[in-house]
C-alpha cells in the first residue's frame, strides 16, 4: 500500500503541478486502532510556484484527490496550513506529529521546528473536549452502542489530559496517551475493545459498558470545568509565519528524506 500511495503522491504533483512537503496519516491507522478493513486516510502539505500565490483571485488551497473504500487521500496548501497554525489549528500539530509519514522535505523539517511554538493550550483543550462531547452524546448514550465509538471519545478526553499536565500537543498514539494519562482501572476495559477493534471488520454495536461510560461523564464533567477557568492565551504574531512561508515558496531545492 505503501508504494501505491508514493505512486498516487507523484501523479498528484504532476498532475497539479505542486511540491508536497509532507505526507502522513493521519485517521484511526496513525492513532494505532485501526481495524482490518479500516481505510488510509493520507494527507499532506504543498506549494505551487510562486506566481500562484501573487493572483488576484482567489484561487483554491486544497486537493481533494480521492475518497473510496480504500484511500482518503487530500492536502491544505502551505498558505492556508500556516494562517490555521496562527490559530493553534489542533490539525496542524496532529499531522506534525503522525508515527506514519509517507514522503517529507528538508523544508518541512524547518518549518517543524517552529510548529509547537503556535501551540495554544487553552484552544486545543476545547477542540479535544468538544470532539469527545460530541461523540458521547451521538453514539454512546444508548443502551445498545456503537463500541468503536469509545476510541473517539477516550482519545480526545486523553489527550486533555496531556495537555493540562505538559502544556504541549498530544502524541498521535493511542497506546502512548493510554499509558501516560488513563486510570489503571479503565484499562483492561480499553485494552479488551482494542483487541476487540484489531480482529473485527467493522465493530458493530453492543451493551453499553457503563464503568466506562460513568469514567467518560465524570472526567468530561471534570475537564469542563478546569478548562473553562483557564486564562485566554494571546496568538504569536505573523512575522515568524511570514518568513518560514516565504523562504519555502522562493527556495526551489527538491531535497526529500
Same mark, same amino acid.
Given at each position: 500500500?505503501?508504494?501505491?500511495?508514493?505512486?498516487?503522491?507523484?501523479?498528484?504533483?504532476? #498532475?497539479?503541478?505542486? !511540491?508536497?512537503?509532507?505526507?502522513? $496519516?493521519?485517521?484511526? !491507522?496513525?492513532?494505532?486502532?485501526?481495524?482490518?478493513?479500516?481505510?488510509?486516510?493520507?494527507?499532506?502539505?504543498?506549494?505551487?510556484?510562486?506566481?500562484?500565490?501573487?493572483?488576484?483571485?482567489?484561487? !483554491?488551497?486544497?486537493?481533494?484527490?480521492?475518497?473510496?473504500?480504500?484511500?482518503?487521500?487530500?492536502?491544505?496548501?502551505?498558505?492556508?496550513?500556516? !494562517?490555521?497554525?496562527?490559530?493553534?489549528?489542533?490539525?496542524?500539530?496532529?499531522?506534525?506529529?503522525?508515527?506514519?509519514?509517507?514522503?517529507?522535505?528538508?523544508?518541512?523539517? $524547518?518549518?517543524?521546528?517552529?510548529?509547537?511554538?503556535?501551540?495554544?493550550?487553552?484552544?486545543?483543550?476545547?477542540?479535544?473536549?468538544?470532539?469527545?462531547?460530541?461523540?458521547?452524546? $451521538?453514539?454512546? %448514550?444508548?443502551?445498545?452502542?456503537?463500541?468503536?465509538?469509545?476510541?473517539?471519545?477516550?482519545?480526545?478526553?486523553?489527550? #486533555?489530559?496531556?495537555?493540562?499536565? %505538559?502544556? #504541549?500537543?498530544?502524541?498521535?498514539?493511542?497506546?502512548?496517551?493510554?499509558?501516560?494519562?488513563?486510570?489503571?482501572?479503565?484499562?483492561?476495559?480499553?485494552?479488551?475493545?482494542?483487541?476487540?477493534?484489531?480482529?473485527?471488520?467493522?465493530?458493530?454495536?453492543?451493551?453499553?459498558?457503563?464503568?466506562?461510560?460513568?469514567?467518560?461523564?465524570?472526567?468530561?464533567?471534570?475537564?469542563?470545568?478546569?478548562?473553562?477557568?483557564?486564562?485566554?492565551?494571546? %496568538?504569536?504574531?505573523?512575522?515568524?509565519?511570514?518568513?518560514?512561508?516565504?523562504?519555502?515558496?522562493?527556495?526551489?531545492?527538491?531535497? $526529500?528524506?
Amino acid at each position: 500500500m505503501r508504494e501505491r500511495i508514493m505512486l498516487e503522491l507523484s501523479e498528484i504533483e504532476r #498532475c497539479e503541478q505542486i !511540491r508536497i512537503l509532507h505526507t502522513v $496519516e493521519s485517521g484511526s !491507522r496513525a492513532w494505532g486502532f485501526a481495524s482490518p478493513d479500516s481505510d488510509y486516510d493520507v494527507r499532506f502539505i504543498y506549494v505551487r510556484d510562486i506566481r500562484h500565490y501573487l493572483k488576484l483571485e482567489k484561487t !483554491r488551497n486544497v486537493i481533494e484527490w480521492q475518497l473510496d473504500e480504500v484511500l482518503d487521500i487530500n492536502g491544505w496548501d502551505l498558505q492556508k496550513a500556516l !494562517r490555521l497554525l496562527h490559530t493553534s489549528n489542533p490539525t496542524l500539530f496532529e499531522w506534525s506529529n503522525s508515527p506514519i509519514v509517507y514522503k517529507t522535505t528538508d523544508e518541512w523539517a $524547518e518549518i517543524q521546528k517552529e510548529i509547537n511554538n503556535y501551540f495554544l493550550a487553552k484552544s486545543g483543550l476545547y477542540h479535544y473536549l468538544s470532539t469527545a462531547i460530541g461523540n458521547y452524546r $451521538e453514539y454512546l %448514550k444508548g443502551d445498545m452502542v456503537k463500541l468503536k465509538k469509545y476510541f473517539y471519545v477516550v482519545r480526545p478526553i486523553l489527550a #486533555c489530559k496531556w495537555i493540562l499536565g %505538559k502544556n #504541549c500537543p498530544p502524541p498521535m498514539p493511542f497506546a502512548e496517551l493510554v499509558e501516560a494519562e488513563l486510570e489503571p482501572a479503565m484499562r483492561p476495559i480499553i485494552e479488551r475493545l482494542l483487541v476487540q477493534k484489531s480482529a473485527a471488520p467493522e465493530m458493530g454495536e453492543g451493551k453499553r459498558i457503563d464503568a466506562l461510560n460513568m469514567y467518560i461523564e465524570e472526567t468530561l464533567a471534570q475537564l469542563k470545568v478546569t478548562i473553562d477557568a483557564l486564562p485566554q492565551e494571546n %496568538k504569536s504574531d505573523w512575522n515568524g509565519l511570514n518568513e518560514l512561508f516565504l523562504n519555502t515558496i522562493i527556495d526551489k531545492r527538491h531535497s $526529500e528524506v
